[in-house]
């Protein structure tokens, strides 16, 4: 089985332009969380998507925005990039639940200069 | 509040040997899951082992064990036989139940390096 794939794995982009990363969770997992990863830090958690459905959202402002699709692939954007959003972005896909672990993918460096 | 302290930054440990990697938390709800992730220099999160707050026993994983106290709230990682490809970042994570998102509370990892 595959497990979980992000898009791009490396991306380098200008201040004030906007980015789309995606992310194919592994297959039946319905929920979809996307995490953000400063060097040197623990990843912080940025949304949660169950069924299509926004289940939760980080301390992130609104230029961060996400949405599942119908086959629970996801897409986060970023709007107006700052240098400060560069960071690595993971995408976990789990079963639903406190108790079931995450599988993450190999995240997208992203890189704001 | 909830929250992962993982006091160690960085920990050497000899081939062969066992090492510790600690992990604290607080949390006031009685339904948690708490992991620990390997992290390679590729970046990617590799899933290592799990504890429910509810779980009797410590995990055991092959060479990953739990060592989880409930009353000291604490979470550590025992790693036996440390083999070279072991050097990497670890992190403690917990999930909460009382939430409904089951978000990863992370903390700030431990950077590990096995020793020839």
């Known amino acids: 089985d595959a497990g979980v794939t992000q898009s791009p794995t490396h991306l380098i982009k200008t201040r004030g332009q906007h980015v789309t990363l995606r992310c194919s969770p592994i297959?039946?997992?319905?929920?979809v969380s996307w995490y953000q990863q400063v060097l040197g830090q623990g990843p912080q958690f940025i949304f949660q998507y169950y069924e299509k459905e926004e289940r939760g959202r980080g301390n992130f402002p609104d230029r961060f925005s996400a949405r599942q699709f119908p086959n629970y692939s996801s897409e986060l954007n970023v709007n107006a990039l700052l240098l400060g959003d560069s960071a690595l972005y993971l995408c976990?896909?789990?079963?639903?639940?406190?108790?079931?672990?995450?599988?993450f993918g190999q995240g997208t460096r992203l890189t704001v200069v | 509040a909830q929250k992962i302290t993982q006091t160690q930054p960085g920990m050497f440990v000899q081939e062969k040997e066992a090492v510790t990697l600690d992990c604290t938390y607080d949390t006031s709800d009685p339904s948690y899951g708490l992991f620990w992730y390997k992290q390679p220099s590729s970046g990617e999160m590799i899933f290592l082992i799990y504890?429910?707050?509810?779980?009797?026993q410590n995990a055991t994983e092959g060479r990953y064990s739990l060592n989880f106290q409930k009353a000291r709230k604490s979470a550590n990682l025992v790693i036996s036989a440390s083999q070279l490809g072991d050097s990497a970042m670890y992190f403690c994570?917990?999930?909460?139940?009382?939430?409904?998102?089951?978000?990863?509370?992370f903390g700030t990892g431990t950077r590990l390096k096995v020793l020839a």
């Open positions: 976990a896909s789990s079963l639903l639940g406190w108790n079931t672990e995450a599988f």
């Open positions: 504890q429910g707050s509810y779980d009797q």
């Open positions: 994570a917990m999930r909460e139940g009382i939430t409904g998102t089951y978000k990863y509370i």
């Open positions: 297959s039946g997992h319905k929920s």
